[in-house]
């Protein structure tokens, strides 16, 4: 025990986060994981369902933590204090919209989606508001590099949705789906854990002034239309799976998605590094290429060890992590690592380039995002033709990542 604190003790506080973010995204395969086991694909798939709301949600919401954090490097003193009062203002608002709009259309998106219930979106919406509030609370410990706040915060969401969830499956007799969304918004509040409160004056009117609002604007119109393809090549094979399949293969597909992005999340906490750190280099005029680099051989390693162990034991991973009955979708699983292991690499050069304020590669990922839906659309006679799509979807975005960046640094080396 000594031993580990002492290990612990030598750490650095970007380390920390790292190691939290590893056992953060443990937690959310462990629940994701208990809930396949304990309900099953039928009812697994309802609630793979309101999981991936719940990443569609991330996203949106990240457009706000992006654009807090980024600022946050740039922005000091009044014009930082300003700044996060009206950041809050508006972040609140979009919650409370996207809320509503979730609790008014629960019975559609019920119909939509062959859900069991229809209340299940209804408490998700309720949730909503608290998201968007803690998603700028979050931006700002990533912005000032407070990264062990930052760690807490998804820490305290994991550990509460995980617990939640599970004490009331095993003790309240409701509908699964039900009680998945009870413990998914509860988590939202434990996720403002710890709250910076300093600089919220929430009776005092804020301004900033034109070039820093204009500036503000730019950058997060440019950052939610990124998301908003994010959530497109993320999400949308699982809710197009759940449309168009029955519900039993689309929890087994639901599994399948969930072993397969393990590269992604994992992915993710190097983005959560790697902007603070290239706005900063940017700013004081260093080189951030070799930030980058770095992160972009982690990920490659990583994808490649994924995608060769899915390849060589599909069966025993599948066995392992969900049980005999998803099995059968084992002879997929390499394949949609694949996937999204080009997503993931490509997505780092997007969001390295979006800190820059370069914004072709957003583009780029949009017309590709749109590109997948569309290839699904066509191509969905059964579940290893959505799979092959996205591959090929994902492989010419990350074609056209690669040519964008070498002429990026061409130029970059004339001027």
């Known amino acids: 025990m000594a031993i580990h604190i002492s290990v612990l003790k030598k750490l650095n506080a970007e380390q920390k986060f790292m190691a939290s973010v590893i056992i953060v995204n443990g937690g959310n395969y462990l629940y994701n994981l208990l809930l396949g086991r304990i309900l099953g694909p039928e009812e697994f798939a309802d609630a793979a369902l309101l999981i991936t709301f719940l990443l569609v949600l991330s996203f949106v919401a990240m457009t706000f933590q992006l654009s807090t954090a980024k600022f946050s490097v740039i922005f000091e003193n009044e014009i930082f204090k300003s700044f996060i009062n009206i950041t809050y203002k508006y972040s609140t608002i979009t919650g409370v919209i996207l809320g509503i709009l979730m609790i008014v259309f629960s019975k559609p998106l019920q119909s939509l989606f062959n859900a069991q219930s229809s209340y299940m979106f209804?408490?998700?919406?309720?949730?909503?508001?608290?998201?968007?509030?803690?998603?700028?609370?979050?931006?700002?410990?990533?912005?000032?590099?407070?990264?062990?706040?930052?760690?807490?915060?998804?820490?305290?969401?994991?550990?509460?949705?995980?617990?939640?969830?599970?004490?009331?499956?095993?003790?309240i007799g409701l509908q699964s789906s039900i009680l998945v969304a009870i413990g998914i918004a509860a988590s939202f509040f434990f996720g403002l854990i710890p709250f910076r409160t300093k600089d919220i004056e929430i009776t005092t009117k804020h301004s900033l002034p034109k070039a820093e609002s204009k500036y503000i604007t730019k950058f997060f119109i440019l950052t939610a239309f990124y998301e908003l393809t994010q959530i497109i090549i993320n999400n949308s094979d699982i809710l197009m799976v759940k449309h168009y399949f029955e519900t039993y293969e689309a929890g087994?597909?639901?599994?399948?998605?969930l072993i397969g992005r393990v590269v992604y999340f994992v992915a993710w906490m190097f983005v959560m590094l790697l902007l603070p750190k290239v706005v900063e280099k940017q700013k004081d005029g260093e080189a951030h290429a070799p930030i980058l680099f770095k992160y972009v051989f982690y990920i490659t390693l990583l994808s490649a060890t994924i995608v060769l162990g899915c390849y060589l034991f599909p069966e025993l991973v599948?066995?392992?992590?969900?049980?005999?009955?998803?099995?059968?979708?084992?002879?997929l699983l390499w394949k949609y690592a694949i996937a999204t292991s080009l997503f993931a690499i490509s997505n780092i050069f997007a969001y390295y380039f979006l800190s820059l304020d370069q914004y072709i590669p957003v583009?780029?990922?949009?017309?590709?995002?749109?590109?997948?839906?569309?290839?699904?659309?066509?191509?969905?006679?059964?579940?290893?033709?959505?799979?092959?799509m996205q591959i090929v979807a994902m492989a010419i975005l990350l074609t056209f990542q690669l040519f964008f960046f070498i002429g990026y640094l061409k130029l970059s080396k004339k001027a």
Do not use: C, W
């Open 122 to 171: 209804v408490i998700f919406g309720i949730g909503i508001p608290i998201y968007f509030i803690m998603s700028v609370n979050r931006g700002i410990y990533q912005g000032s590099k407070k990264f062990d706040s930052l760690a807490i915060t998804y820490q305290s969401e994991m550990i509460s949705r995980l617990a939640i969830t599970l004490v009331l499956i095993y003790t």
């Open 252 to 257: 087994l597909y639901a599994s399948l998605a």
């Open 318 to 331: 599948i066995q392992m992590m969900f049980g005999s009955e998803y099995i059968s979708i084992a002879p």
């Open 363 to 388: 583009v780029l990922s949009a017309l590709l995002g749109i590109s997948q839906v569309a290839l699904i659309v066509f191509f969905h006679n059964t579940l290893s033709e959505v799979v092959i």
